[in-house]
Each structure stands twice: as structure tokens, then as C-alpha cells.
């Protein structure tokens, strides 16, 4: 009988010792950060030279207003006087102007649902809303309420009453608890009144938009003077010319940068399966290349979420993306839409609203995969768009365990795109001393006195939006939203 507190013979060759003679298939090095970076792959990509990209405009005589940024500090709504610059009128105000308009500004505060003022109400005051959201409305010839607009964070409403005496033709609501920053008329035409200096200063602002050229089409450009006349006229012939912006905009080239270092031993000794050198360029270009796509999308001066003009830019209706919301952003970017542009959060967000109202979209198979579409126009995801939580920290992308991760607010973005359709466009520099692909280039930099060799690795590159409605932007998006089936 065996012992057993002996331990067995082998009877056979063990499985570790077995592998010492069998070679692992192994890998290249996997990259979890890495994405199919789909912006990257629809852009049109233009090779431009010197750096630079010029975009020439025709002459606008007559620019939109932009919002007007307000903010709280310590729960009291403040703004900057040069903020008031944002209205049209009073761009070419000198300070000591906006500085007594500003000065008569009136904190206000309405619970959601308040009325601000119905139809037949006259014109009394000027808001600019801090913070809320705001619904212009009206009825139709059958007496049903139609929305006109829908107001957020630094949009403002009802500045002619600083012109004259005028009766609203809309109603005005809070659809949540708002804050407002407001002029009313009297206090406004009192500072006139006290002030002939002030009152000679507006008058002459008002004076010059009246006297502004009166011919300009739809977008503010100068207008082009033509006729058109039946069989047997004979009009004399108008005079005319195509006015051009005299500072057109320029677009330079964003630069990543970085180094690679390596030890000359390791590329001698370890190349027997993957080259070392080439799998450390690899890896990092696909790092750079994720970089790249969140700079054309996030950067400060050429980002896309800040290159969309005031009037592209959208708020969804009750939070969550809808269908409704979509078609609006579509009747904006209404020439010849390209794609949408979102957090893969809010294409799920925007697919559990789709399920509720019974409306499943459809898919369609880009570079082999599967992509939900709206109106025949696809979602496309990307992760770099960022989704802010309520006090604006930013939420990270990486999933875990935090239940308030799975909410927050984004935006979707809809663009038009290539040169030829005036629409967003990819820019990129080629023919660079050791280029790798068009705008990247690897150059070796030599080997120090510890046998480390150094590789510089280079990515010139940028985007641009040559015409306002190529790009639309639906904001505010919640994501969090769900519904329990009944």
C-alpha cells in the first residue's frame, strides 16, 4: 500500500517542463487607449503648403450676434462690460458706454414654468439668461402652441426694447428655474436722459446699423445686385461686384511632438520575433494620432466644438437627444449633411429615445462595421467628446463602478464636409523628410555616450470650417436618461 505522506514518481514528462522546448506564439504589444478614430478617416484630408491655410470669404456687412457670457460668483449673477459686445448693436460701443449699460442690470430669478411675458404684452424689458432655458412660443392659425426658439446660457431675447415701443407677438416661458440678468426700458431711457453724451453715443450706434449697406442676402454677406426681367423688357442693367473680406482667416498647422529613446542593445539583441524599434514607433504614433483627433475636436483656437457659429449651435429640448432634436440640427446643416459626431454615450442615449417612441434606426456598414443613422445620415463615435457633469468637471471616458459616470452633458455635433462643398476639411502637410504617412515623420537623431539612440517623431496637422453652416452643434445632451419598460 502506498504512503501516502510520499510523494508519486513521475510517470510522465510534466507540463512545465515540457514547455522549456515549445516556443509561445506571442503578440505585438496591444494598446487599450487605441480607437477606430473614425474622424480621422472621414475627413477630407487637403496638403497644404507653407503651413498655412488661407480662407477667403466674401464681405460680411452684417455679423450675428453672439451670446453673451455671464456668469455666478458666489451664487450672484456678474458679467464683464466687453461682454456686452456680443450684441450686434453694441459691438462698436466704447467702454464708458457698455459700462453705464451694464451698471443698470437687475439680477432676476423665475422658477420653471413662470411666464416672462405673453402676446400683447408690451416690449419692457432686455434678458440675458445666466443660467436656464427659456421657450418662445406662439399659436398657429388653429390655435395650437407652436415653438419658436429655445434659450439657454448666455442667450439673450427682447433688446428692441431699447429701440422703441413695440408689443410682444410671442409668449415667453421657463421651462426650468432661471436666472436672468435684465434692463428695463425706463431705467435704460432714463441714463439717456441724464446724459446727453451717453444718448449722443447710442443714438449714433443705432444710426450707423440703420445706415449700413441696406443689400445683403440671408447669411449678412454683401449683396449682389441682379434683375430679372420677363419677354419685351428692357431694364437698364444693374451695376454690381462681389465685395471679398480683407483679413481673411488663417489656419496653421498644430504641431505633436516627441521623442523616442532606446538602448542600441536592446535593437541588437531583441529583434528575433518584432522589430523593438518598430513596435515603439507603432505604439507611439498611435498615440499621437489619438491626440490629433482630440485636438481637432477640443483645441482652444480651431476645435471643432468652439469653431460652430451662435446661430449653428442648438439645445435639445428636454435633455435626453430625441428624434425631434436630431431633425433640428438637421434643418440646420440641411446642405448635403455628412455625419453626426458623438460620444458613443449619447448615440446610446439617443437609441433608448428612438426605442421609447418606437422608432428604431436603421443601420448602415461603414469600413466594415455597423453604424446607427438618423434620416439616412450616420452616428458616428468617438470618445473625445467630452461629457461635463452638472458642476462642469469632466467625466472620464473609462469605465467603472461610479454610478454618476453614466451621466452627464455632451454635445452632438453635424457637419458637411469637403473642400469643393465649402464644408469642414482635414489639414496636412506631405513630402516631409522622413515621412512615415502624410503630416508624420520619424527622424533619427543619433546616439548619445550611453548607447541610447533617439528618434524625434513628428505630426503637423489641423481643421477647418469654411463656411459657418457646415458645422451645427446640438448641446446640452444628457446622457444618464433611461426608462423602465412598462
Not at 164 to 181: G, V
Not at 365 to 389: A, E, Y
Request: proline content about 6%.
Amino acid at each position: 500500500m502506498p504512503d501516502p505522506q510520499r510523494p508519486l514518481a513521475p510517470h510522465t514528462l510534466s507540463v512545465p517542463a515540457a514547455r522549456t522546448l515549445s516556443n509561445p506564439t506571442l503578440t505585438v504589444p496591444q494598446m487599450l487607449a487605441e480607437s477606430p478614430r473614425w474622424l480621422l478617416h472621414l475627413l477630407p484630408w487637403l496638403n497644404i503648403h507653407g503651413g498655412v491655410y488661407q480662407v477667403n470669404r466674401r464681405r460680411i456687412v452684417l455679423r450675428q450676434s453672439d451670446r453673451i457670457a455671464a456668469r455666478l460668483v458666489d451664487d450672484k449673477a456678474t458679467i464683464d462690460v466687453n461682454a456686452l459686445r456680443a450684441l450686434s448693436l453694441l459691438r462698436p460701443a466704447d467702454e464708458p458706454l457698455l459700462t453705464a449699460i451694464s451698471g443698470l442690470l437687475v439680477e432676476e430669478r423665475r422658477g420653471a414654468g413662470e411666464d416672462l411675458y405673453k402676446a400683447g404684452d408690451t416690449g419692457e424689458k432686455f434678458y440675458i439668461i445666466v443660467k436656464g432655458k427659456v421657450e418662445i412660443a406662439t399659436t398657429d392659425a388653429h390655435g395650437e402652441k407652436l415653438r419658436l426658439a429655445l434659450y439657454g446660457d448666455g442667450d439673450f431675447f427682447g433688446e428692441t426694447a431699447l429701440l422703441n415701443d413695440w408689443r410682444h407677438t410671442t409668449t415667453a416661458q421657463t421651462l426650468t428655474p432661471s436666472i436672468f440678468l435684465t434692463l428695463d426700458r425706463a431705467r435704460f431711457r432714463g441714463l439717456l436722459d441724464s446724459s446727453a453724451e451717453l444718448r449722443t453715443k447710442f443714438e449714433g450706434l443705432v444710426r450707423q446699423r440703420e445706415e449700413s449697406p441696406a443689400k445683403q442676402n440671408e447669411s449678412g454677406e454683401a449683396g449682389v445686385d441682379i434683375a430679372s426681367y420677363n419677354v419685351g423688357e428692357e431694364p437698364e442693367l444693374q451695376r454690381t461686384f462681389v465685395d471679398y473680406d480683407e483679413i481673411p482667416r488663417q489656419y496653421q498647422l498644430q504641431t505633436i511632438q516627441t521623442v523616442i529613446r532606446l538602448h542600441t542593445r536592446i535593437t541588437d539583441l531583441y529583434n528575433n520575433n518584432y522589430d523593438q524599434l518598430r513596435e515603439q514607433l507603432r505604439l507611439t504614433i498611435q498615440a499621437m494620432k489619438e491626440r490629433e483627433e482630440s485636438e481637432i475636436i477640443n483645441d482652444p483656437e480651431h476645435g471643432l466644438l468652439l469653431a460652430a457659429a451662435p446661430s449653428m449651435r442648438i439645445r435639445t429640448r428636454s435633455g435626453p437627444p430625441t428624434p425631434d432634436d436630431l431633425d433640428d440640427l438637421l434643418a440646420h446643416v440641411w446642405k448635403e449633411p455628412a455625419f453626426f459626431l458623438a460620444h458613443p454615450r449619447a448615440i446610446a442615449a439617443f437609441g433608448r429615445e428612438c426605442t421609447r417612441r418606437g422608432v428604431p434606426p436603421p443601420t448602415v456598414q461603414m469600413f466594415g462595421s455597423p453604424f446607427l443613422t438618423w434620416r439616412g445620415v450616420p452616428l458616428v463615435p468617438s470618445n473625445k467628446l467630452p461629457i461635463n457633469r452638472s458642476n462642469g468637471t469632466r467625466v472620464p471616458h473609462v469605465a467603472n463602478r461610479d454610478t454618476e459616470g453614466t451621466a452627464g452633458l455632451t454635445s452632438i455635433l453635424l457637419m458637411r464636409v469637403g473642400e469643393q462643398k465649402q464644408g469642414v476639411v482635414g489639414l496636412h502637410q506631405t513630402g516631409l523628410a522622413g515621412e512615415q504617412m502624410p503630416g508624420l515623420s520619424v527622424r533619427f537623431m543619433g546616439i548619445d555616450n550611453y548607447s541610447t539612440a533617439s528618434y524625434l517623431v513628428t505630426l503637423y496637422f489641423s481643421a477647418a470650417v469654411l463656411t459657418e453652416d457646415a458645422l451645427g452643434i446640438l448641446e446640452n445632451v444628457e446622457v444618464g436618461n433611461y426608462h423602465d419598460d412598462e
